[in-house]
């Protein structure tokens, strides 16, 4: 295969933002001399405000703040996904065997920030709030009813839920009845003045820098030893790592190339990478309702041709995002007893002369290095990502180059970080990098990529996956076949039948795992979680994020 030098999206010359108020390194410390402020940075650009904690576009979602000020019912550890769910808004949860019911019990001693309890109503209302606005049911649960009986409340569904129990009972922020009964518009709602039942409120917002401070008091559990946390939005990657080297952030989710010389590198007693890999992938998604990408012939082609592992070594540094080999997508280790038999072993392999003859075999043809489609009209495709992530503009450059190969002539857009989520989610592209969701069983992987009740028309969102808009009646089948299972067996042929038709016609190509890991400095806080304590996610977007603000102390202390 031709190989080019592609353009290095290098850190040297990186500069950190200016004028972001304090900093680790100023005034983050009581008068006996214990850290008080934690510093979280995300390379996301600057933030419109916005606190709707039910839409991932918001800025609370960008940057992870609203899991500080809202809460769910359960934390679940997505690090060990077979572990039993942590009590939180809820004290217990009990499943009826068939995954139709569950009932939740409220716990006693929740306030909201303005001093009113929490209570089942408030949960009911919630879910009611879920159930009747599609836009703000990410994960299209199939909710049937919500009642109430004192302090518990049970929540029925039209289908079974063993495959969404942690969408249901850990991913939901529970919202104040007297607030949100009072919004017109819970899916587009700025939401303002935020009020929630989580351990910190906010202090002041900025399109760099929020500010949140812990509570005075009426929080249901110990208060943090964080008493304030800081969110800074950084222009890019490179941003953000040089505010990490030079300990101005002090927590992140984000891509380091030479992680070891420009990070850890930089202190090694206390500058931290945990990337634990988690049962979700990372890869291509291509739009299959734009011609000729509606044909799997061709599909199947690029994915022929792009060089996973050049990927994984150039643009993930070798640790982001660890290769996926297999030809289904499934991430080893986590993957590996889901495979159907016939695709154990089959791992992916660039294949550049086999990827024409499919094309010719199916009608494509070549004028001189062009790859022209049946219609007569030269390939060619888009693709996208935000400016800022440096691993996927460098992963696009990659796919370019592979794809050009086969005489597809590609384009790359850095686009707006809003943008761009907008324009996937209304299946507004040709081709980009995106992750999928991830959950215990390989189900979440498929469900975001080829799930056809999540099928949208173009210029609708479907936040909740199937941005190619593939329509596939036999995937969609399975995977409710699955989600409906009542042994391992009717699982095990349900994922069969999925992994054909993820191998078969291509509606993504899977490039590497996904990771929910963090990268951290120890010098202020201690606690983090790690390799000897992964008791959760280390990423601050996550619901974990409120968990991992609770163990953590000053150093030293």
Sequence with gaps: MRRRHLLAIALAGAVALTGCGETANTRNRDNKGGATVLNVGMPNGPQTENHNPFLTTSAAASLGYRWQ????????????????????LATKAEWTPDYRSVT??????????????????????????VKKNEAINTAAIPYASVSTSGNQ???????????????????????????????????????????????????????????????????????????????????????QTTAL??????????????????????DPANHKVWAPPVLGIHGLYLNTVKKPFDNPALRRAMNMVINREDIFQQAEAGYFH???????????????????????????????????????????????????????????????????????????????????????????????????????????????????????????????????RLLKPVGTASPAGNFGRF??????????????????AARSAALATLQKVFVEQVPMVPVGADNIGAAYSTKNWTGWPDDTNPYGAGQPTQPNAADVVQHLRPAGS
């Design 153 to 239: 409340v049970t929540l029925t569904f039209d289908s079974p839920q063993f495959v969404n129990q942690q969408k249901i009972l850990a991913q939901v922020p529970i919202v104040p009845e007297h607030i949100w009964s009072g919004i017109k518009e819970p899916s587009t709602d700025a939401n303002k003045n935020p009020v929630g039942s989580g351990a910190y409120t906010l202090k002041s917002f900025t399109p760099q820098t929020t500010t949140l401070s812990v509570r005075t008091g009426g929080y249901w559990q110990e208060l943090p030893k964080v008493k304030e946390l800081r969110y800074t939005s950084y222009t890019d990657n490179n941003a």
């Design 104 to 129: 939740v019990t409220v716990r006693d001693n929740a306030s909201w920030s303005d001093g009113k309890p929490v209570t089942a109503a408030d949960v009911a209302f919630t879910y009611n709030l």
């Design 322 to 452: 660890p290769l996926v080999k297999s030809v289904t997508g499934l991430p080893s280790p986590a993957g590996d007893a889901y495979l159907a038999p016939e695709y154990r072993g089959q791992d992916h392999k660039v294949d550049v002369e086999g990827a024409k003859k499919v094309l010719t075999d199916a009608g494509f043809t070549f004028k001189g290095s062009t790859l022209v489609d049946p219609s007569g009209k030269p390939v060619t495709l888009t693709l996208t990502d935000p400016a800022g992530w440096s691993d996927y503009q460098t992963s696009l450059e990659i796919v370019k180059d592979n794809l050009s190969d086969i005489g597809i002539a590609a384009t790359v857009d850095k686009a707006n970080q809003d943008a761009w989520f907008r324009n996937v989610e209304e299946g507004k592209f040709d081709a980009t990098f995106r992750w999928t969701n991830g959950g215990a069983t390989p189900y979440d992987i498929y469900q975001t990529v080829m799930d056809g």
């Design 471 to 488: 329509d596939n009646p036999e995937a969609t089948a399975a995977l409710t076949a699955y989600a409906n299972a009542t042994d391992d």
């Design 69 to 88: 000020i809202y809460e769910p019912l359960m934390m679940w550890n997505p690090v060990k996904p077979a572990e039993p769910f942590k009590p939180w």
């Design 245 to 266: 080297a030079n300990g101005e952030s002090e927590w992140s989710f984000v891509f380091i190339p030479n992680v070891q010389a420009v990070f850890v590198g930089k």
